[in-house]
């Protein structure tokens, strides 16, 4: 296997890394590579800080490993390679009347980094966490590869763990039923926090997902739009071609009044009374694929982006962090507040049940501050942040938010007790 | 009328991005290479995507005793027959130079094994009034240079081959479609120094779609190569050889 140096970054660009990496084309040049120099995997770095960075080491490109290798149209079980992404199957399946169980935001995530991460989606207060939906997966370690269940220690530790117990090869994946290729989306205005909460609160559809003006002040804090979605069969105008952006954004683009101003626009872009519409799948599950590379909107700095959850009864954190986020005047126009269920896979997933909120900010100086008060505010919240968007957490906090860190060490350290698994974000966060 | 595709190295990226495309406008596939895992792999990633027919075969353009089944069993599949090649080796110049007899397995790879394969397969397609054959050359045989002019000798004969195919398919309405791709993304290239206009498998693909439904003879892939290589073949040898390019 030919290892070619290159730097490479997350989807935030903050952070970089220079290394070798390796990109196998078949299973069998994954299996040698392994059996000689094991490497963490990385698929298309669709995580924002550094979880998939390994700086001055090798790394597994595993985006060449992508095929559908088999699918049971009975029960709905899908094996694929570990490159593959969710878009690719969704843009198959979905005319066929099957869906991955669990869409994150971006369709360009893989199976593998959707396993390593824990992903979860629009749905998670039903259906619960991605790797919740694995039916089984082949992990590849230092002792070569090896099929795991849920069920298992060893499942746990992979689901959620960040790449650290091997190289996930390829996955079984449980799909849901989808009514057909489109969405049917109902979108309402929420005045203020409270609606905002009480709107998601007694949301009965599938799939929801809230937009917050994360600059708004004063008696319009908190502020947003609720989606609520289901999938359904009909015809709608195919999808426009996606657009690129072409190179690193100057600065004024996400300026303070450049974000308020599209914010208002945006928060006004539907009627006060709401209004229901049809769109292809990927318009509502992947909004921003349609713009590659919109990360270089944040300019050559890169960005940012904080994720946390807070208990349902936590409310008032949510409050004082939307607060401070306002007064910072750093917010970008992507802001999501989302409902969570309790549904997680492995010792070291994300989710709890409770309000989740996502800001991206673009990396400005006073940013590090204004992430630090944040993930403050929920930890004392009892709540946690999320490693996939994370790049500025220290240790101690994550450790502390992450109270089953210890079993997933445990498992980690017998299935790569040469920690040859490491990333820069188990380094930067004493994970291992 | 139904479409059969008999792809040959059909386990390179170029080959896993066209028989992907193919798939899903339902066309048949019969993808021949060496590494039965990876085939097996692919077929069943292309009967998902929609392929009418997707099985692997066993092809080693250096054991010409396996391609009358090869021919054989495209032949039992009624419809229009096609062919796309994609094989080919590619030693370092130095090994070469070192190890003269990696000259013979250069040539069978790049060019006469698929070359025969092709040849047995010309008279189906006369007899057929149809098909169309896609022979994947590469610029290197344009011009033999320094670096890989071994290489490139073989992808020359197997340019002249195919022109002359060419020639010959189209007296009874088959068509060959001579494609030279630039440096492309794949495991080839993967970690040698940087490229310049380096294009991907799937662009590749597209064009190749693109030249077979328009029945182009020769194309590059990406355009800017037919530029380049205009260049490259107007600069007079007296000069051409003191150069290294």
Known sequence: MR???????????ALRASGELARPEKRSALAALMAEAPAPAIGRRRSYGDACLNDGGRAVD???????????????VLEVEAGMTLGEIARILAPKGWLPAVMPGTGFATV????????????????????????????????????VKPGTKLFKA???????????????????????????????????LDAFLGLLD??????????I????????????????????????????????????????????????????????????????????IGEFFFPLDRIHDWNRLYGKAGFHQFQCVVPVAEAEALREMLRRIAASRLASPLAVLKRMGPGR?????????????AVDFPNRPGVVRLVGALEEIAAEAGGRIYLAKDSLASGDRVRAMYPEHGDWLAEVTKADPDVAMATDLVRRLGLR | MSETWLILGATSSMARALARALAERGDGLVLAGRDGDDLAALAADCRMRGARLAEPAAFDARRPEGFEALIARVAREAGVLNAAVFVGSMPDQAEIDADPALIDGTVIDSFSGPARVLQMLAPEIEARGAGTVVGVGSVAGDRGRLGNYVYGGAKAGFHAYLSGLRNRLTRSGGHVVTVKPGPVDTAMTWGLPSLPFMTTPET??????????????????????????????????????????
């Open chain 2, 204 to 245: 590749v693909a597209r064009d190749i779609l693109r030249a077979v439904a328009r029945r182009r003879n020769v194309i590059y892939s990406a355009w800017i190569w037919w530029a380049i290589m205009l260049v490259i073949r107007l600069i007079p040898e007296p000069l051409f050889k003191k150069l290294s390019i």
């Open chain 1, 3 to 13: 290892w070619k140096t290159a730097e490479y970054t997350g989807w935030g660009r």
């Open chain 1, 213 to 280: 003006d994360a600059t708004a002040r004063g008696q319009s804090l908190g502020r947003g739009m609720l989606e609520e979605a289901e999938t359904g069969a009909g015809l709608v105008p195919a999808p426009k071609p996606a657009k690129s952006v072409p190179l690193d954004a100057p600065g004024f683009v996400l300026s303070p009044p450049v974000v308020r101003a599209f914010n208002a626009g945006y928060y006004r872009r539907i009627p006060a009374r709401g209004r229901t519409v049809v769109k292809p």
């Open chain 1, 112 to 147: 593998g980094g959707a396993i390593a991460n824990d992903v979860h989606g629009k749905n998670h207060h039903g259906a619960g966490s991605f790797a919740q939906h694995v039916a089984s997966l082949t992990l590849i370690t230092g002792q070569g590869p090896r099929k």
């Open chain 1, 62 to 76: 595993m985006t060449r490993l992508d095929r559908f290798l088999g699918f049971d149209p009975e029960t709905g």
């Open chain 1, 202 to 211: 007694r949301s009965e559809a599938t799939y929801t997902v809230g937009w």
């Open chain 1, 158 to 192: 992979t689901a959620g763990g960040l790449g650290q117990t091997g190289v996930i090869a390829a996955a079984e994946l449980q799909l849901g039923r989808a009514k057909g290729d489109i969405v049917t989306v109902t979108e309402r205005r929420a005045e203020t």
């Open chain 1, 345 to 357: 896979a492995g010792y070291m997933s994300f989710p709890m049940e409770g309000y989740t909120l």
